[in-house]
């Protein structure tokens, strides 16, 4: 502890004002106290906003492509209330979905086709994105919705006939037959995803008359990202899931976490090298305080006292530079879709040109926030202590520490 603490923080605080508020001192003090502070304000926030951005690109593409497909599919001939007692169980609903082959003049395309209950969740999210036509009702016994994107590409219609190819394998020889199906267009609909090129809806009810086939159940989750935990409470009380999300998207998701932890990692360099020049810039002012710090010494300071000085004032530098950027990152963070609608306007340039998106997306979460704040922090921290620990000298040398000098 120090000695001296009301004092110590006083000439903490007036180093600290000096060398960044005021102008007093000298320049080159003063210019290195203030680089120091924006390196930090910049490194912190351009961390923020980059984060922010990956979330907002993760939240996106869990809703859009996690809302159209099944998280978990067990047998039908599990108990529904079973399910539903499981943690993290939302909704359990029949479902059936087929690989089947779409024929076109223009040729061939390959997509899933799904039944849904008139009950699925999904069911809500398709009529949010239906753009032309209508929903199914019970007198239509063959319907079908398309994604837009393969409606234009292959020029249907609305009530155009739609034929497709089933693959289904015989149970007894297990010899492939391929079967001719059409379904009337009734519909199409947009998620803004790749999906709408790969996925079509139809009634549960058409798809099961269709493949001749008894549906299975579809395990809706809370949180589609505890799938693996849910697959496993299934197990041990003795169900076995069919299949989950993970089996087709899981590897795509773990790219996305990958990207993101490699942006941060990347950009944390902003701030490895701010830290740099705090480091350098809190030697430089040691050296120019050094006859200042005899003085006090002389009048009583101990020398743990001085080495608080130093680090109190480069902790005041460090959390100005991280408050400052915690507050510019945000705040930029929340308004950087507008802005890039706004120099889209001006330029004709958007970033997200040829996705499916049509704004930037940004997702400011808490927990990333404060980690990349604690994070900077502590590295601030640590990299002070170290400094002032091997650069202050006062201490090792008993003639400064104990006499004035000569002149004095």
Request: glycine content about 6%; aromatic content about 6%.
């Given at each position: 502890m120090m000695d001296h603490p009301k004092m110590v923080l006083g000439i903490a605080l007036r180093f600290y004002i000096n060398g960044v508020l005021q102008g007093a001192g000298r320049r080159y003090v003063q210019y290195v106290n203030r680089a120091s502070v924006i390196g930090l304000t910049l490194g912190t926030a351009a961390l923020i906003m980059v984060v922010a951005v990956m979330n907002g690109f993760d939240r996106e593409l869990q809703s859009r492509l996690l809302s159209v497909t099944p998280h978990l599919l067990v047998s039908g001939e599990i108990p529904r209330e079973q399910l539903l007692s499981q943690d993290n169980v939302r909704q359990v609903q029949p479902y059936l979905s087929a690989e089947v082959l779409l024929l076109a003049d223009q040729g061939g395309l390959l997509f899933r086709l799904q039944g849904l209950a008139p009950d699925d969740h999904q069911v809500t999210i398709m009529q949010a994105a239906l753009?032309?036509?209508?929903?199914?009702?019970?007198?239509?016994?063959?319907?079908?919705?398309?994604?837009?994107?393969?409606?234009?590409?292959?020029?249907?219609?609305?009530?155009?006939?739609?034929?497709?190819?089933?693959?289904?394998?015989?149970?007894?020889?297990?010899?492939?037959?391929?079967?001719?199906?059409?379904?009337?267009?009734?519909?199409?609909?947009?998620?803004?995803?790749?999906?709408?090129?790969?996925?079509?809806?139809?009634?549960?009810?058409?798809?099961?008359?269709?493949?001749?086939?008894?549906?299975?159940?579809?395990?809706?989750?809370?949180?589609?990202?505890?799938?693996?935990?849910?697959?496993?409470?299934?197990?041990?009380?003795?169900?076995?899931?069919?299949?989950?999300w993970e089996h087709e998207f899981g590897a795509f998701f773990q790219a996305v976490q990958l990207e993101k932890l490699m942006m941060g990692l990347l950009l944390s360099v902003l701030i490895g090298l701010a830290l740099i020049s705090l480091s350098a810039g809190m030697r430089i002012v040691m050296l120019e305080k050094q006859q200042t710090i005899i003085i006090l010494m002389t009048l009583g300071l101990t020398a743990k006292d001085c080495r608080y000085v130093f680090l109190i004032q480069s902790a005041l530098l460090s959390v100005t530079g991280i408050a400052i950027g915690l507050l510019l990152g945000v705040l930029i963070a929340s308004q950087l879709p507008a802005l890039m609608a706004f120099i889209e306007d001006l330029t004709g340039f958007s970033i997200v040109t040829g996705s499916y998106f049509s704004d930037l997306p940004v997702d400011i979460r808490l927990w990333d926030t404060a980690l990349i704040i604690i994070s900077a922090l502590l590295a601030c921290a640590c990299v002070m202590w170290r400094l002032v620990q091997s650069n202050f000298r006062l201490a090792q040398d008993p003639a400064r520490t104990n006499s004035p000098p000569a002149g004095l």
């Open positions: 753009q032309k036509g209508r929903w199914w009702t019970k007198q239509d016994a063959a319907p079908i919705i398309l994604g837009a994107p393969l409606v234009e590409r292959f020029g249907y219609r609305l009530g155009q006939s739609i034929p497709v190819a089933l693959i289904k394998i015989d149970p007894e020889t297990h010899r492939i037959q391929p079967r001719v199906s059409s379904f009337v267009l009734i519909g199409t609909y947009a998620l803004g995803a790749e999906t709408d090129q790969a996925i079509a809806i139809t009634s549960l009810s058409a798809l099961a008359t269709v493949l001749n086939l008894s549906p299975t159940q579809r395990v809706h989750l809370k949180d589609p990202m505890a799938v693996q935990r849910v697959r496993e409470d299934l197990i041990s009380s003795g169900i076995t899931p069919l299949s989950s």
